[in-house]
């Protein structure tokens, strides 16, 4: 059973273009997170949801936009995909919403590549 | 300020030696220092974290080494292993109305076997 799934795994697309990465986690954690993490590896903090309520929502353009439906699942929609949105996108939950000071289970990743 | 600064960049160790990760940051407000290892095609993992009121602190193989005076904090990893080669990633977090927390770049370690 995976605790933290992403899909899809692997995303190419043309620049202009929306799309979407869903994430979901069967721990019963009540938080869940997005982050990025680009070509040199720098990971970065996008937006966190606790209970389906956003607690952190870092420096991200309009373009990208969380939805939670439930403290189950936390979808990331892309809009006018640009050539820098090139990255690995990381889900995570944990139990809390303290963020870092507790435990966080990172999904596999999202790699998109914008042409 | 807000900028936690990891070396080195890459690492290469003999298997059964120390592999020795720096992180050095200027906000004295951080007060959570984790670590993470990712390995690749893999999202990060907590491996340990420390609090600035201990020196230090071990778990198995993993020692963290803190010094608030100095700002730094540093990873040990003790009889390093082929299965140890990974990225790791240290990070910082404090509490701002919400809690916030920055990564560093990241080491890669390699561990010849």
């Known amino acids: 059973d995976t605790a933290v799934s992403q899909t899809p795994k692997y995303l190419v697309t043309q620049m202009g273009n929306d799309k979407s990465i869903k994430c979901e986690q069967n721990l019963g954690h009540d938080t869940m997170y997005w982050y990025k993490q680009d070509s040199k590896k720098f990971l970065k903090i996008m937006f966190s949801y606790n209970n389906k309520e956003l607690i952190i929502n870092e420096t991200v353009p309009n373009r990208f936009s969380p939805k939670s439906p439930d403290k189950a699942h936390l979808n990331l929609h892309i809009n006018s995909l640009e050539l820098g949105d090139s990255a690995v996108y990381f889900c995570?939950?944990?139990?809390?919403?303290?963020?870092?000071?507790?435990?966080?289970?990172f999904g596999p990743g999202t790699r998109l590549l914008v042409l | 300020q807000q900028q936690v600064k990891q070396s080195p960049q890459s690492l290469i160790v003999q298997k059964g030696g120390i592999s020795i990760i720096n992180c050095a940051y200027e906000n004295t407000a951080f007060d959570y220092f984790p670590w993470y290892q990712q390995f690749p095609g893999k999202g990060p993992a907590l491996l340990i974290a420390?609090?600035?009121?201990?020196s230090e602190k071990k778990e198995g193989r993993f020692t963290i080494s803190f010094n608030k005076s100095a700002k730094q904090f540093s990873l040990h990893i003790m009889d390093s292993q082929p299965g140890d080669s990974a990225t790791y990633f240290c990070?910082?977090?404090?509490?701002?109305?919400?809690?916030?927390?920055?990564f560093g770049t990241g080491t890669r370690l390699k561990v010849l076997a």
């Open positions: 420390i609090r600035p009121d201990v």
């Open positions: 990070a910082a977090s404090y509490y701002s109305g919400t809690y916030k927390y920055i």
């Open positions: 995570a939950s944990s139990q809390g919403g303290t963020g870092l000071r507790e435990t966080q289970y």
